[in-house]
């Protein structure tokens, strides 16, 4: 191949991991970036708009787990970083891999095409918006994330509202909520977190959700919560099945028994019944809220019937008068710059084999584009190794075929497993991903069955 040359999409926590893994293997490569800087929605208020960063947002996976396995956080970093430090820590990753001059910023990629073989790359200069240009690479790396397009209800609720609606994406401090109504939509951790932060200066804030979810600690004793039972699950993949997360068959009896001594049920406390058990329902991480809840600061409601002027109906009938909405709603996959022929994102399912690779565009990868309970740089990295061995053609791919039944396969898991795709069709496990990446860097040309791993923390360096 004449052209090596390769495009990444992003210098969020994800692009910046492939353009470190590039740089290393001598891969050419050109990083694209919309805003000014690097960081994605770790940066508050990033210009390019896309940021959803609040002011009093933690990691909710602990740093141990969070950190790249080529450059871990500072020592004297807390458990669970603040934002602040997590930019700190992604500026100091690019500064120490030298990346910085690799990134083109004020740059936003407009349309990525496949065209004779190679793939074709358009963006124009944000700073000026008129002068577009083009080139083409023998790959593309997308790690443009997908927290940053708001998705609304669906349907939307009945009624009307006369008070003011926003998505979770566009909230940064309370400040503005003093003495209000606040009713926050969601069940996920930006609902938690925004629940219990303006429940400290609203006069109330009700909390409201359609399903239900686990709540859970940052800690079981002394103990990350995200670190509890990862000897086991780091050491082989037959664990990894038994053990992910603690979340699985007998794992998730003896760790629902332990977090319901620890918490309580969530519907003791007026929040909805999850649905099934810790493996295939949702987890929230929270240490506050309910404690938040005991203070009566904040009010757990049921599901919304009907918005009626500058009151909220709920299904059991009782009716709140409220100013502000806050829908926690979650994000859609967006891939504005591909057309729907290429990949249709539509209702996020996104098919990709090993959630990285388009079995009938090659060249064409995904970095990033996963939803786990646990850390994503890690994941980041190790996908951006696994396509650099690609690039350098040091491992081989199954045929078309064989991935697209590899991913009708994990489809019909997640399916069975949280009973639709829908939001939970890019869903990973963190230890059982790692394992199977790891696989298939094992996979040498020729060869369709892949090497079995026994041990994956070796490769990737993760802490003991």
Sequence with gaps: MSNRRVGIIGAGSSGIAACKVLEERGIPFDCFEKGSDIGGLWRYENDNALGSAYRCLHMNTSRTTAQYASRPMPDDYPDYPHHTQILAYLEDYVQHFGLREKIRFRTEVTRVEHIDGEWEVEWRDTADGTRNECERYAAVLVANGHHWDPRRLDPSLPGTFMGQQIHSHFYRTPDELAGKNVLVV????????????????????????????????????????????????????????????????????????????????????????????????????????????????????????????????????????????????????????????????????????????????????????????????????????????????????????????????????????????????????FFPYLHALQKERKRRRGDRRGIPVTRVSEEIRLPA
């Design 186 to 429: 969601g069940i996920g951790d930006s609902a938690m977190d925004i629940a219990c932060d303006t429940s400290q200066v609203s006069n109330m804030t009700f909390l409201t959700a359609r399903r239900g979810a686990w709540i859970v600690p940052r800690y079981l004793g002394s103990t990350p919560i995200d670190l509890v039972g990862r000897g086991l699950q780091s050491r082989s993949p037959v664990a990894c099945e038994v053990a992910s997360g603690a979340l699985s068959n007998i794992g998730s009896f003896l760790y629902a028994r332990r977090i319901k001594q620890i918490q309580g049920r969530p519907e003791d406390r007026g929040l909805p019944k999850p649905d099934g058990n810790l493996a295939g329902g949702d987890v929230t991480a929270s240490p506050e809220i309910l404690t938040r809840i005991g203070y009566g600061h904040v009010r757990p409601k049921p599901w919304i019937s009907r918005l009626d002027g500058d009151s909220v109906r709920f299904a059991d009938g009782s009716v709140e008068h409220v100013d502000v909405i806050i829908y926690c709603t979650g994000y859609k996959i967006s891939l504005p710059f591909l057309s729907d022929e290429i990949i249709d994102p539509a209702n996020n399912e996104v098919p990709l084999y090993k959630r990285v690779v388009h079995p009938d565009r090659p060249g064409l990868y995904f970095i990033g584009l996963v939803d786990l309970p646990g850390a994503l740089n890690p994941l980041s990295e190790m996908q951006s190794e696994w396509v650099a061995d690609l690039l350098d053609e040091k491992v081989a791919l199954p045929s078309c075929a064989r991935m697209k039944k590899a991913i009708a396969r994990e489809d019909r898991r997640r399916r069975k497993r949280f009973g639709s795709a829908g939001r939970r069709a890019i869903h990973v496990d």
